[in-house]
């Protein structure tokens, strides 16, 4: 069964700085990983998505990163600003028969200006 | 593109009471819907799979009679909950995506809360 842990589960930091979240699966078969941001009550608003084949990928200040041998992804998030305060959730997609997102618990992101 | 809206976004009923929710793709057509479950500072728990004209698949431990789903067509699924009672209050989203593997599009949830 795969599980998807996500570390640290809370993260304060000032702005500007440089950033990484980190996510790791129990099970390396996956088809795809995601990473989300999810606003307080809101729904989720994908950032990146990663296919099984790929290593990174890259969208303006985010850039995550995939290695599916040692079950681990991580986030970059560089120059960051207020605005990016925000809980960000990974998901695997599973193979297998499978097209489940299995989520982590998220990383609870605070950018203090 | 790739949008999905979910109506209504929040819903207060009295115990006992049945609460509809829908998913729509909105410039796309969803061969495959799924919806999600939310605790309070707790992660997505996927619910069902729908495919448009078929029956849901459930996951293990929901209650198929309990929160029916109708994937009527390739743009719209409904989510009911039946007999809703207070510990059915949560966080519902679904998502969306074009084909089986395809990428989910997550709608902006429903929050409900049974009283």
């Known amino acids: 069964k795969q599980e998807v842990t996500q570390i640290p589960a809370a993260l304060s930091v000032p702005e500007g700085e440089n950033l990484v979240l980190n996510c790791s699966f129990t099970?390396?078969?996956?088809?795809?990983l995601q990473w989300f941001r999810q606003d307080p009550g809101k729904g989720l608003t994908s950032l990146l998505l990663i296919q099984s084949s790929q290593r990174e990928q890259t969208s303006g200040r985010l850039n995550a990163s995939l290695d599916k041998s040692s079950g681990r992804s991580t986030l970059y998030i560089a120059a960051s600003q207020p605005g990016d305060s925000a809980t960000y959730l990974c998901?695997?997609?599973?193979?297998?028969?499978?097209?489940?997102?299995?989520f982590g618990k998220g990383t609870k992101l605070t950018v203090n200006p | 593109g790739a949008v999905v809206s979910q109506h209504p976004s929040r819903v207060i009923c009295k115990s006992g009471t049945s609460v509809k929710i829908e998913c729509r793709s909105l410039?796309?057509?969803?061969?495959?819907m799924f919806w999600y479950r939310q605790f309070p500072k707790q992660s997505l728990m996927l619910m069902a799979t729908s495919n448009e004209g078929s029956k849901a698949t459930y996951e293990q431990g929901v209650e198929k009679d309990k929160f029916l789903i109708n994937h009527a067509s390739l743009t719209l699924s409904t989510l009911t909950v039946t007999s809703a009672h207070p510990e059915d209050s949560s966080f519902y989203i679904c998502?969306?995506?074009?084909?089986?593997?395809?990428?989910?599009?997550f709608g902006p949830g429903t929050r409900l809360t049974v009283l």
């Open positions: 099970d390396s078969a996956i088809y795809n």
């Open positions: 410039d796309f057509q969803a061969t495959t």
């Open positions: 998901a695997a997609a599973t193979q297998g028969g499978s097209e489940k997102l299995v």
């Open positions: 998502s969306a995506s074009v084909h089986r593997w395809g990428e989910q599009f």
